[in-house]
């Protein structure tokens, strides 16, 4: 069982950065894919971003503006966020899963945080 804590969320203003980490406090080495979803109130979770070998993907609504990358000695996955916009204000959830290659449905992932919240106000 692979244990992932997120930290890093908060209140910001538009424009403003944030910096989301996720940590496996158990250790998490080798082939692994990792990804950030999110879930706005009232809306169904939703890919952002996810890692895998050093590759990168992004959902369209972050990309230039979201960059994800990946500790392998630290066991950390981090979201930088820069040029926030207040429809970003969700609670974000990092996953990971034996990789291979770059997952974007949340279906495909099996270990999951708890989630932190992020709210960019306007």
């Known amino acids: 069982q692979i244990q992932l804590v997120e930290s890093g969320g908060g209140l910001v203003q538009a424009g403003a950065s944030l910096r989301l980490s996720c940590g496996a406090p158990g250790g998490l080495y080798g082939a692994y894919t990792m990804g950030w979803f999110r879930q706005a109130p009232g809306k169904e979770r939703e890919f952002v971003a996810a890692?895998?070998?050093?590759?990168?993907y992004y959902a369209d609504s972050v990309k230039g503006r979201f960059t994800i990358s990946r500790d392998n000695m630290k066991s950390i996955m981090d979201l930088q966020m820069n040029s926030l916009k207040p429809e970003d204000t969700a609670v974000y959830y990092c996953?990971?899963?034996?990789?291979?290659?770059?997952?974007?449905?949340?279906?495909?992932?099996?270990?999951w945080g708890q989630g932190t919240q992020v709210t960019v106000s306007s």
């Open positions: 890692w895998s070998g050093g590759s990168t």
């Open positions: 996953a990971a899963r034996m990789g291979g290659r770059l997952y974007l449905n949340e279906y495909e992932y099996d270990w």
